[in-house]
T-cell receptor
Framework: GNSVTQMEGPVTLSEEAFLTINCTYT??????LFWYVQYPGEGLQLLLK?????DKGSNKGFEATYRKETTSFHLEKGSVQVSDSAVYFC????????????FGAGTRLAVHP | EAGVVQSPRYKIIEKKQPVAFWCNPI?????LYWYRQNLGQGPELLIR????????DSQLPKDRFSAERLKGVDSTLKIQPAELGDSAVYLC?????????????FGPGTRLTVL
């Protein structure tokens, strides 16, 4: 079936460290891919998205590239800040269908000074 | 512009009791979604509305869960009776339309604890 797999957390980093959160997917057709972020006490927010192969989504210093050959959409940031501490969710929607988001389990990121 | 509003933010009930959650989507958004997020997992879709019509409720446990979206605006999700396994965060989201890639905006959620 259609699914998203993320690396398990928590991920603990020092400020200014490089971040990678791995995400791979299984889906029929040509899905669109998303990263959502959930800050403590807040709702899920769209961080970035990519709708076709080789597209790169970017926002707030975060990037992810849609790799169809490896069915991956890894999230990266060159220099994390304490304010980036949150839970990050990788998700997809299926092509030809409606806007149903299928989420991974989430990865908690903790950045310390 | 106000975001998606949900209430209550927290609810603690005993098993077998009824409970209801309310959601007010972003003004003008035709599509409304209810998701359930179990601890340590990602959200899973329960039901989707296009205006006042439920167009996908395949994941809604219909023996105890019900939902409505009167007049195509606010929505209520109800559980009766609640079970221990219903403890979760219930998220409401809305989008302008239901087509793929329309951005979904999420509310803060209602955290339900069933004792």
């Amino acid at each position: 079936g259609n699914s998203v797999t993320q690396m398990e957390g928590p991920v603990t980093l020092s400020e200014e460290a490089f971040l990678t959160i791995n995400c791979t997917y299984t889906a029929t057709g040509y899905p669109s891919l998303f990263w959502y972020v959930q800050y403590p006490g807040e709702g899920l927010q769209l961080l970035l998205k990519a709708t076709k192969a080789d597209d790169k989504g970017s926002n707030k210093g975060f990037e992810a590239t849609y790799r169809k050959e490896t069915t991956s959409f890894h999230l990266e940031k060159g220099s994390v800040q304490v304010s980036d501490s949150a839970v990050y969710f990788c998700a997809l929607t299926l092509s030809g269908g409606y806007n149903k988001l299928i989420f991974g389990a989430g990865t908690r990121l903790a950045v310390h000074p | 512009e106000a975001g998606v509003v949900q209430s209550p933010r927290y609810k603690i009930i005993e098993k077998k009791q009824p409970v209801a959650f309310w959601c007010n989507p972003i003004s003008g958004h035709n599509t409304l979604y209810w998701y359930r997020q179990n601890l340590g997992q990602g959200p899973e879709l329960l039901i989707r509305y296009e205006n006042e019509e439920a167009v996908d409720d395949s994941q809604l446990p219909k023996d105890r869960f019900s939902a409505e979206r009167l007049k195509g605006v606010d929505s209520t999700l109800k559980i009766q009776p609640a079970e221990l396994g219903d403890s979760a965060v219930y998220l409401c989201a809305s989008s302008l339309e239901g087509r793929q890639n329309n951005e979904q905006f999420f509310g803060p959620g209602t955290r339900l604890t069933v004792l």
